[in-house]
């Protein structure tokens, strides 16, 4: 005969993770994509039931739940003490309950407004400056010190604009970009392993083997 006990403890939680198809493509915090397959991570608080000689493991209530592309799954497990962590999705708390993702953000359109935006100071300060030199040099007689200095100070301004701040709105459009592409990568990737393990597992239960494991949805 044998008793079964339960135990119980702050301490105690149950972590798991699984890949979820979504209805529709979702926006993740950090991503530059909209997914329509994320991994999701699950955090419950659980009991422990001692029964036929052997620890037996049960969530209860649930913690928080998160989302993440598999290209933050693949940094979260890989990239250890590297600042304040991973972006993820808060998809539920227990103070919060169930969270709605956030809006998709374009970084295209979003590099294209600030580039946009940095070309009009350009182009309001450049006309600034063609204002102030003719009615400096269109004036008779010898041009004031301060007037010459405000002049080279509003050109080495403009000089610097074009020189370095431009380029630098440029290559951090390009290291967007790579970004985007890496993340794509990764995602494409992803659904084609999920696709062959999943076409694996099929075949072994057509043979007689294992079951394939049962689809998960995000209704939770």
């Keep these: 005969m044998f008793d079964n006990k339960s135990e119980s403890h ?3 939680g149950l972590l798991g993770f699984h890949r979820i198809q979504c209805g529709k493509p979702m926006a993740l915090f950090g991503s530059d994509l909209e997914h329509s397959t994320v991994i999701e991570m699950k955090l419950f608080r659980a009991k422990r039931e001692r029964d036929l000689n052997r620890d037996w493991h049960h969530a209860t209530e649930r913690v928080a739940s998160v ?3 598999q290209n933050q ?3 979260l497990i890989t990239s250890m003490n590297m600042g304040d962590g ?3 999705t808060l ?3 227990q103070t919060d309950g169930h969270i709605e993702p956030p809006d998709f953000r374009s970084v295209t359109d979003q590099h294209r407004r600030e580039f946009a935006e940095k070309a009009r100071e350009l182009a309001d300060r450049t006309r600034t400056f063609m204002q102030d030199a003719e009615e400096v040099l269109s004036g008779t007689g010898t041009v004031k010190k301060s007037d010459r200095e405000r002049l080279l ?3 080495r301004m403009m000089m610097q604009e074009i020189e370095s701040n431009m380029p630098f709105a440029e290559k951090q459009f390009a290291e967007a970009m790579d970004k985007v592409v890496t993340d794509a990568k990764g995602t494409i990737e992803a659904f084609f392993q999920h696709r062959v393990t999943s076409a694996g597992l099929e075949k072994l239960a057509e043979d007689g083997g294992v079951q394939p494991p049962r689809l998960m949805d ?3």
Aim: no cysteine; aromatic share 20%.
């Design 10 to 12: 702050p301490s105690f």
């Design 73 to 75: 799954f693949s940094e």
């Design 67 to 69: 989302y993440m592309s």
């Design 86 to 88: 991973v972006p993820v």
């Design 153 to 155: 100070h509003s050109l």
């Design 91 to 93: 998809s539920y708390t």
């Design 218 to 220: 995000n209704s939770d």
